[in-house]
Each structure stands twice: as C-alpha cells, then as structure tokens.
C-alpha cells in the first residue's frame, strides 16, 4: 500500500517497523527499505525482499547524535563530522559499541567491527524515527543491482505488494544516495554520494583516501551495480541508431531526457535514477549518456553512471 506523509501513515508505519515488518520511506537521499535493526528476522526480510545476492552490510538510521553514539564509538573528528553533516545525506562508519550497549543485529554489520550510521534530514524519515523508538536499517528500496528509487512509484514498481507499507514523500531531493566515509584507520571515502568530496575535506582540513576497486571495502562499490536493464555508452557525444540520448547542459540536442539543461549538477544528480528509469522502459538498444563534468556532485555521478554501464552477463 502506499500513503502519503501524515500522522496517521507514520504511526501505522511504526507500528509495522516495531512488528518486524517492512516500510518504504523516503529519505533525502534515496527511498530506504526499512527494518528494525535491532531484529534479526526483520533485517534477513530486507536480503529476501531485495534479492541480495550477500549479506552486505546495512546502514542503520538513527534520530540524533545522542543515539547513534549508543550504537558507534565516536571519536573526536566523527563528532566533528557528524556536527557539521547531520542531519543530512553523510554517512559515518565507526567502531560498532560493545553489544550490551546496543541491541544492533550481527546481519546489519555482516558480522563486522564497524558500523555504518545516519542521521537522515527528510522530515518523513525522522518522524518515522522518532515513532518507531528504534534504529532502523534501510538499504535503498530497489531490488538487488536495479537503480535506486527516487520517487514512491519505482519502489512500487520493484516490490509491489511484497512491502506492505509505502510513505510517498515526492521526489527525493538529493536523488543520490549518502556519501560514505571512514575514519580509521584513515579518513577515507568509501563511496561518492550527496554530499561533495570537497565540502568533508574542507570540513576536516585533509584529503579524504581513495577507496580501491580490488580491495572492496563497501559492497556499493561492487563493479555491476544500479544498472538499467539496457545496455550504456558513457561520454557520448553523437548518438548510434537504436541508441536513446541522456543528456546534460544546454548543448543537449532538444529532444533527448536532460539532467539539466542548465547544467546544474544537484538538478542532474536528483534527476540521474527517475531519467534512467525512464528510458530504460523504453526498452532501447541502448543508453547512450553525454559527458558530465568530474568536480563536486559530478564525482557520484560519474561514479554511478560507470557503475550502470558496467558490462554484465
Ligand atoms: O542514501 C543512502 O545511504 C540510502 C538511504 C536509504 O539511506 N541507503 C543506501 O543503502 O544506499 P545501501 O544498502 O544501498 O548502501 C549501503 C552501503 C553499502 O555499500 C554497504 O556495503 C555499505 O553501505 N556499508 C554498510 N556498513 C558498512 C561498514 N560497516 N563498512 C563499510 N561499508 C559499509
Ligand atoms: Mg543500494
């Protein structure tokens, strides 16, 4: 079922969450798929429901500093980051706290050391937060390798009625999903997201780390991932017959889907999954996407655009 944002949905979403069942809220990133994460059973529904292929480590959505510094040890520099980027689209992985301390379920960790945590902006999500008493876990709602949902009905369109509760919130603002850091035993990024590279380094005045390809440190950054079912060309510059024209900027030929036709990349970044969406349901040969500048959000972008177009069997 999907409702729109009110008293009434956040309470029955809630109750459901608190039950051990599954919600689709929005955030400001990305639509979640949440559980409690505190309950085993609810969080293995997330891996079942999605089609996981593993047990990849969750991100778990707290309402304040104060909880999620029950869960995660925070050091001088996470508080730091975490006071200039909460609530919003950054998320911090941290020592996981003893387990008396917290009652986080071994599977949102995927049995590691560490936990990812955030503090989520979207009204809805905090509301829910604050409703359900418990932190909640929430990998984006789109089925496994399929591209993120920026609105209630892509959600819909993966699941169907295997959620039982949908919160439509519109658009998702940012369209991205969180920028993910580490902080031990570097500071490092872990995967490009909503908030730019560039605004956390000048946060903490040093150079954020580059994740590698090959050491995989966050399963996000697996090769082949958010991929439409159509095949992409990326920095394209003319169109190949039986190819549909992503575009960005004002050069865009007038009739191809454009991230932004000013060349804004927040518009392109919250418009990058719906645009891909659609023209993959135009079942094309193939997408073929322009050039999009490297600086600032272009970095996701990029990041996911690479990742989309990744060959796949
Ligand atoms: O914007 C977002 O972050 C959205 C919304 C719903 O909050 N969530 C999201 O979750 O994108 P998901 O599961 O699609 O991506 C979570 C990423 C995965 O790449 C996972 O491997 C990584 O976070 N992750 C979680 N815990 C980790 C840990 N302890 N160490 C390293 N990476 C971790
Ligand atoms: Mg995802």
Redo the contacts with the bound molecule.
């Keep these: 079922m999907t409702m729109e944002v009110d008293k009434t949905t956040i309470g029955k979403a809630a109750a459901i969450i608190r039950a051990g069942g599954l919600v689709a809220f929005p955030?400001e990133?990305?639509?979640?798929l949440g559980a409690d994460a505190t309950n085993g059973l609810a969080v293995a529904r997330i891996f079942e429901a999605k089609g996981r292929p593993r047990f990849?480590?969750?991100?778990v959505?707290v309402a304040d500093m104060n909880a999620a510094r029950e869960i995660a040890d925070f050091d001088e520099q996470a508080l730091a980051l975490g006071a200039a980027f909460w609530p919003g689209?950054l998320?911090i992985?941290l020592p996981v706290s003893p387990r008396p301390k917290h009652r986080i379920s071994e599977l949102v960790?995927?049995g590691?050391d560490?936990?990812?945590i955030?503090v989520?902006a979207h009204p809805a999500a905090r509301q829910l937060l604050d409703a359900a008493l418990v932190p909640i876990a929430?990998?984006?709602?789109n089925v496994s390798g399929r591209i993120?949902p920026t609105r209630a009905h892509h959600v819909y369109d993966d699941f169907g009625t295997n959620v039982e509760l949908i919160i439509d919130g519109g658009d998702a603002e940012a369209g991205l999903?969180?920028t993910?850091v580490?902080l031990a035993p570097q500071p490092m990024l872990?995967?490009p997201?909503?908030v730019a590279r560039e605004d956390i380094e000048a946060h903490l005045k040093l150079r954020l780390g580059e994740f590698s390809e090959t050491g995989i440190?966050?399963?996000?950054?697996l090769l082949s991932h958010y991929a439409p079912r159509a095949a992409m060309r990326l920095d394209v510059k003319a169109t190949l017959p039986g190819e549909v024209l992503l575009g960005f900027g004002p050069d865009a030929p007038s009739d191809a889907l454009n991230l932004s036709q000013i060349g804004d990349l927040r518009e392109a970044a919250a418009n990058l999954f719906a645009h891909l969406r659609a023209l993959d349901a135009q079942s094309p040969a193939q997408i073929a996407v322009m050039p999009i500048p490297a600086s600032g959000l272009g970095e996701a972008i990029n990041d996911r655009l690479r990742r989309a177009s990744f060959p796949r069997e």
């Design positions: 955030t990133t990305v639509y979640g990849n480590p969750l991100i959505h689209p998320t992985v960790t995927a590691l560490t936990v990812a955030r989520p929430a990998p984006s709602a993120s999903e969180s993910i580490a872990l995967r997201g909503a440190r966050s399963p996000g950054q």
